[in-house]
């Protein structure tokens, strides 16, 4: 998740990252971001869906971040 937010310029952080699940319907605040990002906390399937619409990646991409590479770029670039 985090070489996701880091790849957008500027940069998403966690904060943004928050603020850009909400319309999904998912609450999450800094920390538990932090803490997803650090492995010390699940992730729900609603959460990982709205993460990678809020970062438009697809949601194998995520979940395959041991060897990240560059997400496909999204139809709106």
């Known amino acids: ?20 699940v909400e319309p999904y ?12 990002e650090k492995g010390t906390r699940a992730v729900t399937d609603v959460e ?5 619409a809020a970062l ?3 949601v194998g991409w995520l979940l395959d971040e041991a060897t990240v590479h560059d997400p496909p770029e999204p139809d709106w670039m």
């Open 1 to 20: 998740m985090r070489q996701a937010r880091l790849r957008f310029i500027p940069e998403v952080t966690q904060e943004d990252l928050a603020a850009r």
């Open 48 to 52: 990982l869906l709205a993460i990678a």
């Open 25 to 36: 319907g998912v609450h999450l605040d800094r920390t538990a971001i932090g803490r997803m």
């Open 56 to 58: 438009a990646v697809p």
